[in-house]
């Protein structure tokens, strides 16, 4: 069974550093791009950007390249999404998602993780 | 970057009718659209890709049609456990985006 477990739920200061996980099972970590998607309180959906766990190419969001990096570690099946100077306006909740088809990152998202909720508040 | 619009942003109908959700693409997206369920408090969950496939276990009242730019969700004989928000997505290409979302609950 595919899993995507994100890490729990954080409430950090403006301006503080943050790297949130999405450990992965159930398949091999390599043949499948994962996402990051943001939805802010009471908003939609916003796709933030990808990666190919392959060999980490990413492709960002215009809306969030330069504010967040996304990353992997092969050896232990999990991708991160990190910030280094958070702001209030990045509280929401942030999801990880796995592409549905092998090895491309054109696809739809068909298993996401149970989501990450970062509060940023002084 | 292509935009997706999503119409109406809310809708109440009655248990029984006929839903239908448009998404419309700013640009041709072939058939690289998808459509999402969110319930309130839960994980967005796959209902179509591809513009028209049902993605396996969703209950064939759900159906997506349309390439191009623009593109249909429809729900036959709305249920009560069909109150969410749907979301089309577009993903031929980065920017990977989402529609602005559509709410809908029973009249």
């Known amino acids: 069974e595919v899993q995507l477990v994100q890490s729990g739920a954080e409430v950090i200061q403006p301006g503080e550093s943050l790297n949130i996980s999405c450990k992965t099972s159930?398949?091999?970590?390599?043949?499948?791009?994962i996402s990051w998607v943001r939805q802010m309180p009471g908003k939609g959906l916003e796709w933030m950007g990808r990666?190919?766990?392959?060999?980490?190419?990413?492709n960002y969001s215009p809306s969030f390249q330069g504010h967040v990096t996304i990353s992997v570690d092969k050896s232990i099946s999990t991708a991160y999404l990190q910030w280094s100077n958070l702001k209030a306006s990045d509280t929401a909740m942030y999801f990880c998602?796995?592409?549905?088809?092998?090895?491309?990152?054109?696809?739809?998202?068909?298993?996401w993780g149970q989501g990450t909720l970062v509060t940023v508040s002084s | 970057d292509v935009q997706m619009t999503q119409s109406p942003s809310s809708l109440s109908a009655s248990v029984g009718d006929r839903v239908t959700i448009t998404c419309r693409a700013s640009?041709?997206?072939?058939?690289?659209l998808a459509w999402y369920q969110q319930k309130p408090g839960n994980v967005p969950k796959v209902l179509i890709y591809?513009?028209?496939t049902l993605q396996s276990g969703v209950p064939s009242r759900f159906s997506g049609s349309g390439s191009g730019t623009d593109f249909t969700l429809t729900i036959n004989s709305l249920q009560p456990e069909d109150v969410a928000t749907y979301y089309c997505?577009?993903?031929?290409?980065?920017?990977?985006?989402f529609g602005g979302g559509t709410k809908v609950d029973i009249k």
């Open positions: 998602a796995r592409h549905f088809v092998f090895s491309s990152p054109a696809s739809s998202f068909h298993h």
């Open positions: 159930g398949y091999t970590f390599t043949h499948y791009w």
């Open positions: 990666i190919d766990p392959t060999d980490s190419e990413t």
């Open positions: 640009r041709g997206i072939s058939d690289y």
């Open positions: 591809s513009a028209s």
């Open positions: 997505q577009k993903y031929n290409g980065a920017p990977l985006t």
